[in-house]
């Protein structure tokens, strides 16, 4: 099987690096991937905003399967466009990609459907916005309604700080806004849950927990992702049957009822509150810290689940887990999530002795001249399995240790609250 993968960041690399264990596969293309992507599949740069030329060097390269890891082109309706001319895509469509696009097509969702979530206005300019403000109760959390990788969040704790978001919101800070989402403030502690699903079978691909800030005991800005472990300790099988009764399957049925289906993975951002989960957002993909921690503790082929799922088999495919728990460490150039440096030689990587069970993940990461150097924010993710959190996370930080990456930073309290 020759496949293409879409995207290029330390998701894509794990993706990419699981796929090219299976013996099916003969072939990977990265659109665009990274240097990480680069030892193990051909990368390919194309706009990935022009369909067309994506699906003629599909044709012309006689891909059977394409995989799309992040959420802008499955909300631009890549898995639409392709399927239209017989090329299978693991990925929701346009319609159903809009649990991640929307946040208030997913709000509506779940009044319509009882789905638990935090109580929600939403508002179309910043007046009316501002005079409700002047009644509510705080902390209130405000979002804009755009695609913003997580960054379109404030949790206000007074009207003053209320005031500057809906201003930096209605000023474009993240796009154009035509709407404003109001929410109640959720106390209780997050969750990643993830499922795999073609449409009529439902499996369960994981739990993790994410450390989105920046610093460490989880202060300062949000980021993208700076670790996460997995399995997540909330997990259960008790509190895993109710989110699937409550939110999971309601969504699914609720997409039915639009008349299309979903089909991939599903990651649901949850709040567990005195142990019963509430929504707080949709991703219509895996997470990027959550799928490279996740991924090494799947024992089953990943080419051959995606393959039954986009064959609609995915009721025959057994997805089998090891025992062991994960952490991932993200390093960071320094600066990030403010401005960071560009093009930083990153030394010592190539000469990098890891163990089994520890793996490294690129993300913005670039050949140029034959030395792998930083472009991104985020740089490399740092791996590893063990029978605990703790000594994961002590090899892990071992390995960045002797990296010594000068211009790099990263967090070494990644899951504290599974390690005393
Ligand atoms: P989102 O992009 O919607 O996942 O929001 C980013 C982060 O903001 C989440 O991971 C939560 O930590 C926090 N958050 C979002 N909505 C709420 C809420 N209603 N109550 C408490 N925290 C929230
Ligand atoms: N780790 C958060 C996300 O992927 O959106």
Not at 140 to 145: L, Q
Not at 170 to 182: M, P, S, V, Y
Not at 219 to 228: D, L, P, Q, R
Request: aromatic letters at 10%; glycine letters at 8%; a neutral charge.
């Amino acid at each position: 099987m020759i496949i293409g993968v879409i995207g290029s960041g330390g998701r894509e690399h794990a993706i990419t690096k699981f796929l090219s264990f299976s013996k099916k596969v003969n072939k990977i293309y990265c659109f665009p991937g990274n240097a990480g992507t680069e030892n193990i599949a051909t990368n390919i740069q194309i706009d990935l905003n022009n369909f067309e030329k994506l699906k003629n060097f599909i044709d012309e390269n006689k891909i059977d399967l394409v995989i799309v890891g992040p959420e802008q082109p499955l909300v631009d309706g890549i898995t639409d466009y392709l399927q239209k001319f017989n090329i299978k895509v693991f990925g929701p469509n346009k319609i159903a990609s809009q649990l991640e696009g929307s946040k208030i097509f997913t709000k509506k969702l779940c009044e319509k459907y009882n789905i638990p979530t935090a109580k929600f206005g939403i508002f179309t300019n910043s007046k009316d916005t501002l005079n409700y403000l002047g009644q509510v109760n705080y902390p209130i959390v405000i979002k804009a309604d755009n695609l913003a990788s997580g960054k379109g969040v404030y949790i206000c704790n007074t009207q003053d700080e209320a005031i500057v978001a809906v201003e930096e919101i209605f000023d474009g800070k993240f796009g154009e806004a035509k709407n404003i989402l109001l929410e109640e403030f959720l106390n209780g502690e997050e969750m990643s849950f993830f499922i795999i699903t073609d449409g009529t079978t439902i499996k369960n691909f994981g739990t993790a927990q994410d450390h989105k800030r920046v610093l460490e005991g989880d202060k300062g800005k949000n980021t993208g992702g700076m670790g996460a472990y997995s399995p997540s300790r909330l997990y259960s099988s008790e509190i895993e049957k109710k989110i699937l009764d409550r939110i999971i399957k309601p969504t699914l049925k609720g997409l039915k009822d639009l008349g299309t289906s979903y089909q991939g993975f599903l990651y649901a951002g949850l709040m567990i509150v005195n142990n019963n989960p509430y929504l707080i957002e949709y991703n219509v993909r895996m997470g990027d810290p959550e799928c490279q921690t996740i991924l090494p503790r799947v024992k089953t082929d990943l080419f051959e689940i995606i393959n039954s799922c986009v064959n609609e088999d995915l009721k025959n495919s057994n997805i089998e887990w090891k025992d062991e728990n994960s952490v991932c460490i993200v390093l960071c150039s320094k600066g990030y999530p403010e401005k960071f440096e560009k093009n930083v030689e990153i030394k010592n990587l190539e000469k990098l002795k890891l163990r089994n069970n520890s793996y490294i993940f690129h993300a913005g990461t670039k050949k140029i001249q034959s030395k792998i150097c930083a472009t991104g924010g985020r740089v490399l993710n740092f791996v590893s399995l063990s029978e605990n959190f703790s000594s994961a996370r002590k090899e892990i930080l071992e390995n960045l240790n002797n990296l010594n990456w000068e211009n790099g930073f990263y967090r070494k309290d990644i899951a504290h609250k599974v390690i005393k």
